[in-house]
C-alpha cells in the first residue's frame, strides 16, 4: 500500500536537496533550508510573461528552477533638438 505520508516526505527531501545544491543556499542548515522552501510558492511562467516590469518594486526574490529568462533594462535619454537638427544641417550640407 502507498503512504502517502512517506512520498510528501521524500518530495520534500528531494526540492530541499535542489535547494541545497545552489551555490546562493550551500551555507544554509538543513532546518534554515527547509524554513526557506516551506515559505516559497512555486510559480509557472510562459514564454514572453513578464514577472514583474522595470520600475515596479518587487517584494520578493525567484530561483529559476528550469528554462530560460531575459532581463531588460530600458535606456531613456533626452536630446537637444538643436544640437541634433544642427548636426544633420552641417553635415547633409
Not at 545544491?21 to 546562493?24: K, V
Given at each position: 500500500m502507498v503512504n502517502l505520508e512517506e512520498i510528501e516526505r521524500k518530495n520534500l527531501a528531494d526540492e530541499i536537496s535542489n535547494f541545497a545544491?545552489?551555490?546562493?543556499f550551500k551555507e544554509?542548515?538543513?532546518n534554515a533550508l527547509k524554513t526557506l522552501y516551506l515559505n516559497c510558492d512555486v510559480c509557472d511562467y510562459?514564454?514572453?510573461q513578464y514577472v514583474y516590469r522595470e520600475g515596479e518594486k518587487p517584494d520578493?526574490?525567484?530561483i529559476i528552477k528550469s528554462g530560460d529568462f531575459e532581463v531588460?533594462?530600458?535606456i531613456f535619454f533626452f536630446l537637444n533638438l538643436t544640437y541634433y537638427f544642427f548636426f544633420l544641417f552641417y553635415f547633409l550640407n
Open positions: 545544491n545552489r551555490f546562493i544554509l542548515s538543513l510562459r514564454k514572453l520578493n526574490f525567484f531588460k533594462k530600458s
